[in-house]
Every structure is written in structure tokens, then in C-alpha cells.
Nanobody
Framework: QVQLVESGGGLVQAGDSLRLSCAASGRSFSLYTMGWFRQAPGKERDFVASISWSTGTTRYADSVKGRFTISRDNAKNTVYLQMNSLKPEDTAVYYC??????????WGQGTQVTISS
């Protein structure tokens, strides 16, 4: 079982930056892919970014490419999401998730990110 705890959300203005953290615990993560997802009110949960824990290979949703950066710190078992040039449409609850196979099956509790215009 993997435990994931997000932090770093908050209320900022458009154009500002935030860094989200996801602390992972429970087992070795070398075979895992870690992801960030977000869910805005009344909308489905959407993929934001992912990173392979072993290779560092990253993927991004088109809506965040060039603005968001996902990274990991192996020593701290922590994944980060650096969010720059934030827009009001980035407002959502952001979730950290982990998978070893095709589906993400471990999720954090979420952290609220609110961008004011």
C-alpha cells in the first residue's frame, strides 16, 4: 500500500507561481510512475503531468506544457509540481497518484489551488 500526502496548495493571483509536493511512503517506488491530476468544480478529474520514478521520463497535458514542471527527489520520496504563470482556469483540487501498471491505484487526499484574476 502506498500512502501519498499532498501539500503546497493555496490562493494566489494570476501570473504567480506555486509548488505542490507529494510525499510518498509505504514501499519502494523504483517501479512506479507518479502523476498529478486536477479536478475543477463540476468537472471530471483530468491528467496534468506524470514522471517515471526510475527513468525520470515526464509527460504533460497540453494545457500546462511550458508552465508546469514535474520532478522527483529520490532521497526524500517526494514528487513536486512547479506551477508557473498560473491562470484562473488552473483553479482545482490537485491530486497526487501512483501506479505500477496501467491504472493509477493510489491517491492522495488532494490540495486546493485557487487562482484569482
Amino acid at each position: 500500500q502506498v500512502q501519498l500526502v499532498e501539500s503546497g496548495g493555496g490562493l494566489v493571483q494570476a501570473g504567480d507561481s506555486l509548488r505542490l509536493s507529494c510525499a510518498a511512503s509505504g514501499r519502494s517506488f523504483s517501479l512506479y510512475t507518479m502523476g498529478w491530476f486536477r479536478q475543477a468544480p463540476g468537472k471530471e478529474r483530468d491528467f496534468v503531468a506524470s514522471i517515471s520514478w526510475s527513468t525520470g521520463t515526464t509527460r504533460y497535458a497540453d494545457s500546462v506544457k511550458g508552465r508546469f514542471t514535474i520532478s522527483r527527489d529520490n532521497a526524500k520520496n517526494t514528487v513536486y509540481l512547479q506551477m508557473n504563470s498560473l491562470k484562473p482556469e488552473d483553479t482545482a483540487v490537485y491530486y497526487c497518484a501512483a501506479r505500477r501498471s496501467f491504472n493509477y491505484d493510489s491517491w492522495g487526499q488532494g490540495t486546493q489551488v485557487t487562482i484569482s484574476s
